[in-house]
């Protein structure tokens, strides 16, 4: 069965960090990139972050960028997401996702139907 697991969620305080991980099964991350999309309360799905099949290849959404970092390890088919620096707009619900390309393609989407599998999200809370 092929499933995205999405873990590191939880309420931090505006300025902390937390690292997001996404763990595959069922399948191989090394034959997709990877993204992670949100969807902050009230509001549409947002891309925030895409990496490439190999790592080597990195993208970033303007409102995350400098902040956050994108990361992979193939060996334990798992996507991580590194957040720094939060603030209370970075509240959101996350979801990691694949999609299935050449070893140079980063997806940048936040469209559910352009990826092949889709987590079930875990959520960010940044608050004081």
């Known amino acids: 069965q092929v499933q995205l697991v999405e873990s590191g969620g939880g309420l931090v305080q505006p300025g902390g960090s937390l690292r997001l991980s996404c763990a595959a099964s069922g399948f191989s991350i090394s034959n997709y990139a990877m993204s992670w999309v949100r969807q902050a309360p009230g509001k549409g799905l947002e891309w925030v972050s895409g990496i490439n099949r190999g790592g080597s290849i990195t993208r970033y959404g303007d409102s995350v960028k400098g902040r956050f970092t994108i990361s992979r390890d193939n060996a334990k088919n798992t996507l991580y997401l590194q957040m720094n620096s939060l603030k209370p707009e970075d509240t959101a619900v996350y979801y990691c996702?694949?999609?299935?390309?050449?070893?140079?393609?980063?997806?940048?989407?936040?469209?559910?139907?352009?990826?092949?599998?889709w987590g079930q999200g875990t959520q960010v809370t940044v608050s004081s």
């Open positions: 996702a694949s999609k299935q390309g050449n070893s140079w393609y980063v997806q940048v989407s936040a469209k559910k139907y352009e990826y092949d599998y």
